[in-house]
């Protein structure tokens, strides 16, 4: 069955770089791909979708790679800030043709001043 | 546009009880789905609820239901408690369904089983 996998080990890095964070998937390439941010105690919050046949995709300073012949997608953050410290997560269906989500344990990023 | 609540948002319960975690979704959102989160397994999908009707359904125990009512209102019930059934379980509501368009999470229940 498909299985996502995102780095566990925190990232840390200085205010205003861009990070980059990275979501794996072991199958099927999936119809679409969904990247969340999630903060301690609190419930995920939606941050971009991109579907298959979209190479890429920006919401202000953020931007969404996805790479269906290395079965892999980016996640950026440019111009990081403090307020970006969290845990992000990214979740695709489960198999072809369901919308059973499946999420990866997510990357914590760290922004320092 | 309220958010999605979930009630209760702490609940400490003992091994063998039973506990209802409700869920109210966004207005006119019809797709209600309920997670398990835990430090080591992250997010697990439980099950899915579209217009009352379970739509989709996780790898999870008999013990784990729900139900879904005409105002799109879902609970979660979960029998015979065990201490691995402690976790934060977080509710998503979405207006297709799960994976269409973005899911707008609650709060979370947090449940402690002692």
């Known amino acids: 069955s498909q299985k996502i996998e995102q780095n566990s080990e925190a990232l840390n890095i200085q205010e205003g770089k861009t990070a980059t964070l990275t979501c794996n998937y072991t199958n099927y390439s999936p119809a679409y791909l969904q990247w969340y941010r999630q903060d301690p105690g609190r419930g995920p919050v939606f941050l971009l979708l991109i579907r298959e046949n979209e190479k890429e995709k920006r919401k202000e300073r953020l931007k969404v790679t996805f790479d269906t012949t290395l079965k892999q997608s980016l996640f950026h953050i440019t111009a990081s800030q403090p307020a970006d410290s969290a845990t992000y997560l990214c979740?695709?269906?489960?198999?072809?043709?369901?919308?059973?989500?499946?999420f990866g344990t997510g990357t914590r990023l760290q922004v320092f001043p | 546009k309220a958010g999605v609540t979930q009630t209760p948002r702490y609940l400490i319960k003992t091994r063998g009880q039973q506990v209802t975690l409700s869920c109210s979704p966004i207005s006119g959102h019809r797709s209600v789905s309920w997670y398990q989160q835990t430090p080591g397994q992250g997010l697990q999908f439980l099950f899915e609820y579209f217009s009352e009707t379970q739509r989709n359904k996780g790898n999870f125990p008999g013990r784990f239901s729900g139900r879904q009512f005409s105002n799109s209102r879902s609970e979660m019930n979960v029998s015979t408690l065990e201490l691995g059934d402690s976790a934060l379980y977080l509710c998503?509501?979405?207006?297709?369904?799960?994976?269409?368009?973005?899911?707008?999470f609650g709060q979370g229940t947090r449940l402690t089983v002692v």
């Open positions: 979740a695709l269906p489960q198999s072809y043709n369901t919308d059973k989500l499946i």
């Open positions: 998503a509501s979405s207006s297709e369904g799960q994976g269409h368009t973005e899911a707008f």
